[in-house]
């Protein structure tokens, strides 16, 4: 069935240091989304890529998403500990009838040492 | 406005009791979607339904686990006979039932917890 990976599943990084977390789905996807879930806390959402090769940016976040529409990646310039969490991409499959469900990664998990 | 929101958030259960956890959507939302995670993993589908019709329930385990999103009152997903291994946090999010579908909003969570 439709799977979404990504890689990696842990990250420690120095604070300041760049951070990219790539996802990766075995078929087409319509769009992608990513979330952050702090420890203890619910996803939230943080960006939505529709577009194949599309590009956006959130302040030091830039996100991709591949042009065959099956991989995107997230980038975080310069981190800080406030950006200590776990980073979700969720796909959505691009069927006639796939509904509104997502399919989510399982997710990379960021440490960020001060 | 209030967002999704989910009840009670930490709930403790013996093994081979029952379960019961509630979801209400935003206001004007008649989709919702659970999901669950596992301690340290992503959050796994389990079943989407809409008011009073359950649209896709292929995440879900076929024994002990139900849902259901009545006319009136929030979703319930009840989990019988819970055994250690449905230790987890369940999360639901909602969505409007048309035009573009864009982030979820997910609520805070149930933290389950079988002792």
């Known amino acids: 069935g439709q799977q979404v990976m990504q890689i990696p599943q842990y990250q420690h990084v120095q604070e300041g240091e760049d951070f990219t977390t790539y996802c990766n789905s075995s078929t087409t996807l319509s769009n992608i989304q990513w979330y952050k879930q702090r420890p203890g806390g619910h996803p939230v959402f943080l960006i939505q890529?529709?577009?194949?090769?599309e590009v956006k940016k959130q302040k030091r976040l830039t996100f991709q998403f591949g042009e065959a529409k099956k991989n995107s990646s997230l980038h975080i310039t310069a981190t800080q500990t406030t950006d200590v969490g776990t980073y979700f991409c969720a796909g959505r499959l691009q069927l006639n009838n796939a509904g509104n469900m997502l399919t989510f990664g399982g997710g990379t998990r960021l440490m960020v040492k001060p | 406005n209030a967002g999704v929101m989910q009840n009670p958030r930490h709930l403790v259960r013996r093994r081979g009791q029952e379960a019961r956890l509630r979801c209400s959507p935003m206001k004007g939302h008649s989709h919702v979607y659970w999901y669950r995670q596992l301690p340290e993993e992503g959050l796994k589908f389990m079943v989407y339904l809409q008011k009073e019709n359950i649209i896709d329930e292929s995440g879900m385990p076929k024994e002990r686990f139900s849902a259901e999103f009545p006319k009136e009152g929030p979703s319930i997903l009840r989990i019988q006979q819970v055994v250690r291994g449905d230790s987890a946090a369940y999360f639901c999010?909602?969505?409007?039932?048309?035009?573009?579908?864009?982030?979820?909003?997910f609520g805070s969570g149930t933290r389950l917890t079988v002792v």
């Open positions: 890529l529709v577009k194949s090769g």
């Open positions: 999010a909602s969505s409007p039932s048309t035009g573009p579908i864009d982030g979820y909003t």
